[in-house]
């Protein structure tokens, strides 16, 4: 096992050429990652042992798999049988596979405090049926090892990777096709813990295995170039991420499944990489082709498409291309009216960017068409007002199910839940509060017009739920929804300081000077985060 640990010490220490050379299609190194979302738990990405006496390891891109004969071709997967010396039978081998099929069986239904006891027990039968370096017990650890990361209990996951590692290179060799899978197993362990320069040589000595094994052409090598290229992204080498990315894609394509769930999925990878970059252009593009492939394959009756649409709209929204994003955001609301109930946040959330827009509009015509402006600005206050409706609906349903079951917090599902209404509904009420200085500057003399008393009240309501949910409630807050509460409490404090509007009761000099004192609160905290815009 140490030997392990000093081979990817030692890959670590590989200079900055690496990266280049596995890019270039006539390198004789390169790296591997066998699917599954990265830094998620996929049940799929697990490498099971069990029937017949044989040992079947997949080798395609979404598992690390092994299985009955009978599921050899399932899913495309490319199987092998390894018979012979190291298959024996005995009673231990017998309780193995039972507590290998039993332990799964309970894994995939979420019970892993009962799939843990079958695992060690597995684990403990490979090696007295086998023998303790025999490749069953490299599974065996594989799979205990795969449930503690699911459980995020690391330190215990970690020797049983390298473990499984240094079996199957003692067993088959240092570039058999296993211990490339292993790798990427170990690759996928230390990138849920954010850990991108040991996730990444363990992906790059996995992919050279493949490259050689599989081929410059195979999908599983594909899947490598891909999660290797979300590492090299996650570490700032965009260029190299790109092209890494690119490829994967452009193997799939040339395979035949350019329609497929996995391409699509690197495809909208890619088109963030352009977002991230403000390669807009290039992100329109890629997010074209995407919502193509959804209207051939699945049409606009499910929500998928209408997300991947909305994805598109933002890109033409960011732009200027306004026309074509609000045709997009009005289809995907009569899409999600259709599919989803009235008070759903999906329905919240397209009305939110439909207001923006019509804001957006309001501002290019306020120039040269005044009534237009207006009318663009009285139909964002209506998409608004509709938003804040929805989100506050929907917090409002989940106070009386805490009433019922007086468990909320952080870590309930409930706390979970109130987390994307109360995003929503600050940033509905700041848009408003925004929409109504915009207006009142619009129309200037032209109007005298009541305090901002809607704009106002719009306001207090984002603030008060967030102190109710997130102060009182202990909810988790992110440096995000700290944004978003910052900017109400400034719109808040210009609506009422400007001494153009009467004070309201709730606006008293106290409460602006609390306002500035939260505010001020705010910016000290969020001074880390300043890539956020405030």
């Not at 006539?26 to 699917?35: E, L, R, W």
């Not at 033409?316 to 074509?324: A, V």
Request: proline residues 2%; contains cysteine; hydrophobic residues 40%.
């Amino acid at each position: 096992m140490s030997c392990v640990r000093q081979a990817v010490a030692k890959m670590m220490r590989m200079n900055s050429h690496t990266v280049n050379r596995l890019l270039s299609p006539s390198s004789s190194a390169a790296p591997f990652f066998s699917g599954g979302d990265t830094g998620r738990w996929n049940p799929r990405l697990w490498w099971f042992l069990s029937g017949n006496a044989a040992l079947f390891v997949a080798i395609n891109s979404n598992t690390v798999l092994a299985k009955d004969a009978s599921l050899d071709e399932a899913e495309g997967m490319e199987l092998r049988r390894i018979e012979g010396d190291s298959v024996k039978f005995n009673i231990h081998t017998s309780k193995w596979r039972v507590f290998t099929d039993k332990g799964r069986e309970f894994f995939l239904q979420g019970k892993l405090e009962e799939a843990e006891k079958l695992f060690l027990a597995a684990l403990q039968e490979a090696k007295e049926g086998f023998g303790k370096r025999d490749p069953h017990v490299a599974s065996a650890s594989n799979n205990l090892a795969e449930l503690y990361r699911v459980n995020k209990l690391y330190h215990k996951a970690e020797p049983l990777y390298l473990e499984a590692i240094s079996i199957l290179e003692e067993s088959f060799g240092p570039e058999d096709i296993r211990v490339g899978s292993a790798f990427h197993n170990m690759g996928q362990f230390y990138i849920v813990q954010r850990k991108l320069d040991e996730a990444r040589v363990c992906y790059e000595h996995a992919l050279k295995i493949k490259r050689r094994v599989l081929g410059l052409n195979h999908t599983d090598y594909a899947d490598t170039m891909y999660h290797l290229g979300t590492v090299l992204h996650l570490q700032g080498n965009e260029k190299d991420s790109e092209a890494l990315v690119q490829d994967s894609i452009r193997i799939l394509e040339n395979g035949g499944q350019g329609e497929s769930i996995m391409c699509l999925k690197r495809m909208r990878y890619l088109a963030q990489i352009y977002l991230k970059s403000k390669r807009f252009e290039e992100a329109e593009k890629v997010q074209r082709k995407i919502l193509h492939v959804m209207e051939l394959t699945k049409g606009w009756n499910v929500l998928d498409t209408t997300i991947t649409a909305e994805g598109l709209a933002l890109i033409l929204q960011s732009t200027g291309s306004l026309n074509e994003a609000e045709e997009l955001f009005e289809r995907c609301l009569d899409a999600r009216k259709a599919l989803l109930p009235r008070d759903h946040i999906q329905i919240g959330v397209n009305l939110l960017h439909i207001a923006r827009v019509a804001m957006l509009n309001s501002d290019q015509l306020k120039n040269f068409d005044y009534p237009k402006a207006i009318s663009e600005l009285d139909k964002a206050n209506e998409a608004l007002h509709e938003s804040i409706r929805i989100a506050q609906c929907c917090l409002d349903k989940l106070k009386k199910q805490n009433k019922k079951i007086h468990n909320f917090g952080a870590t309930g599902e409930i706390g979970k839940n109130a987390q994307v209404p109360l995003v929503i509904l600050l940033e509905a009420s700041d848009a408003l509060g925004l929409l109504e200085i915009t207006k009142k500057q619009l129309q200037g003399s032209k109007s005298e017009r009541a305090p901002n008393i809607e704009a106002e009240n719009a306001l207090f309501k984002g603030v008060s739920a967030y102190k109710e949910f997130v102060t009182e409630r202990s909810i988790t807050e992110s440096p995000e929804m700290k944004v978003e509460y910052l900017k109400c409490l400034k719109h808040l404090l210009s609506l009422n300081s400007d001494g153009t509007t009467e004070r309201t009761q709730q606006s008293t000099e106290a409460n602006l000077q609390d306002l500035r004192d939260e505010i001020k609160r705010l910016e000290v905290e969020l001074s880390p985060h300043r890539k956020h815009k405030i």
